[in-house]
């Protein structure tokens, strides 16, 4: 099993950076994707930005060039980078993994992903 925790989010102006962070303990072994989304009320869970253990991960459209996601696994900690925030990225952040192949196509549907974290909330002002 797997267990992830986000931190990280809090109240920001507009402009303004916030890192989030997603310690990851448990097997991870086998966890070759992790990613993150984030989720309005109402709305479905939108792929962030993934991350691959080996190879390019995938960002969204809507935060191409402002977010960075990385991950230390000497610490075994994955991070989301957000620069020039906006309030439409105001929402609950979540970390999630998984083992399973993923096509490019996968990487930010919520559904591939079998691990998820309590999220994070991040507002912009």
């Known amino acids: 099993h797997v267990q992830l925790v986000e931190s990280g989010g809090g109240s920001v102006q507009a402009g303004g950076s916030l890192r989030l962070s997603c310690a990851i303990s448990?097997?991870?072994?086998?966890?070759?994707?992790m990613g993150w989304f984030r989720q309005t009320p109402g709305k479905d869970r939108e792929g962030v930005a993934s991350?691959?253990?080996?190879?390019?991960?995938r960002y969204a459209e809507s935060v191409k060039g402002r977010f960075t996601v990385s991950k230390d696994s000497a610490n075994h900690t994955l991070y989301l980078q957000m620069d020039n925030l906006k309030p439409e990225d105001t929402a609950r952040y979540y970390c999630?993994?998984?083992?399973?192949?993923?096509?490019?196509?996968?990487?930010?549907?919520?559904?591939?992903?079998?691990?998820w974290g309590p999220g994070t909330q991040v507002t912009v002002s």
């Open positions: 991350h691959l253990r080996v190879g390019f991960g």
């Open positions: 999630a993994a998984d083992s399973r192949p993923k096509s490019y196509y996968d990487l930010l549907l919520s559904n591939q992903y079998m691990y």
């Open positions: 448990g097997a991870t072994g086998g966890i070759d994707y």
